[in-house]
């Protein structure tokens, strides 16, 4: 064998050895924690909108993490750079503080990850514990925020976030109103032991302002009321119930009209309306259709539940009661007029 000849042959065999070596250096990374605050360069950041999560994969960072605070039963696993005794994970307890080795106590309730990491690193500092602390922060466990959604939406439960969002964003979550929604959300807060309620305006045609700032907590529940129901019964050509949407007023003649107006064989000299009140009893209130639809009267204005009937003829007027026609609404067809 010649001198060219030993000297390929041993190229050769430098460059099979070389091979897995190369390749075993270009294998998966190990991906970290989603959540993290201080890491190296290089390493995905919550701007970014996506991290390395295991086996190399892109894993999409949730879009309310910048407005992640630290809350009690936080995970955090807290890695000191060139100080391995110092890392580890730490629960927040009830207070919002961590037990840090060497330093103590130390508050990082309500705060962001880049927020707590700061403190950390300035504890550190001023008690001497290290000169130039550079410390990373991810979460591994979290305690969520819980909001219940409750009535006319389309995907009604309980819905998960990182941070406090506003009304505006929940309800988009769930899908937004169905077409039998009101005009008025409302928010019932839990505040040491006491329930409150606030009512926001909000309608299909709303451009959301009204609750766009409205922020909600952990625990709160939103719910979403139905529209009101005026019913109108008897000889028109489409008796049910007709949400009243919109700006939520409804007179005798729209509702008629909604009703698809009265029918020929209609006595219409004895149109009434039935009020129930409060206290399970009802009031009736004469129409005089004759003076509205000639425009010699305003209407009358119709309140939630609310039956205009309108009779065939007056002997059937005679002996229909409140108590009948109200028997009838509740198994009246409801419709929703757009």
């Not at 994970?89 to 037990?99: F, H, P, T, Y």
């Not at 508050?107 to 950390?120: C, F, M, P």
């Not at 406090?164 to 979550?173: M, R, T």
């Not at 009358?300 to 009779?311: F, G, K, N, S, T």
């Amino acid at each position: 064998m010649t001198s060219a000849t030993r000297i390929g042959f041993s190229l050769a065999t430098l460059m099979v050895f070389a091979v897995p070596v190369a390749s075993a250096q270009q294998g998966p990374a190990i991906g970290g924690s989603l959540y993290g605050i201080g890491q190296s360069a290089g390493a995905s950041s919550p701007g970014t909108g996506a991290a390395k999560g295991p086996g190399g994969t892109l894993t999409a960072v949730p879009e309310d993490f910048s407005k992640l605070k630290i809350a009690p039963g936080f995970l955090l696993n807290i890695q000191v750079y060139d100080e391995p005794e110092l890392s580890g994970e730490l629960r927040v307890d009830d207070a919002g503080n961590i037990a840090f080795p060497l330093a103590g106590s130390i508050h990082v309730g309500d705060n962001t990850l880049e927020e707590a990491r700061q403190l950390i690193e300035d504890k550190l500092a001023s008690e001497q514990i290290l000169i130039r602390p550079q410390i990373m922060i991810n979460v591994e466990q979290y305690a969520p925020f819980i909001v219940a959604v409750m009535g006319e939406v389309q995907a009604p439960g309980r819905v998960q976030l990182l941070a406090p969002h506003s009304l505006l964003d929940v309800l988009s979550q769930v899908g937004g109103e169905t077409p039998m929604a009101g005009r008025t959300v409302q928010v019932r807060h839990l505040i040491d032991g006491h329930l409150t309620i606030d009512a926001y305006p909000y309608g299909r045609n709303s451009d959301g302002s009204s609750i766009a700032n409205v922020m909600l907590h952990d625990g709160d529940t939103v719910i979403v009321p139905r529209a009101g129901i005026v019913y109108v019964l008897g000889a028109v050509t489409r008796p049910g119930g007709y949400l009243m949407l919109e700006d939520g007023k409804l007179d005798v003649a729209q509702a008629l009209s909604l009703a698809s107006g009265t029918t020929l064989q209609a006595a219409v000299k004895s149109i009434r309306v039935i009020r129930r009140n409060p206290d399970g009893t009802y009031v009736e209130y004469p129409v005089n259709y004759k003076k509205f639809s000639e425009g010699k009267q305003i209407p009358l204005h119709l309140e939630a539940q609310d039956i205009v009937y309108v009779p065939v003829s007056k002997i059937k007027t005679v002996l229909t009661t409140g108590a009948s026609l109200i028997d009838e609404a509740a198994i009246a067809t409801v419709y929703s007029v757009k």
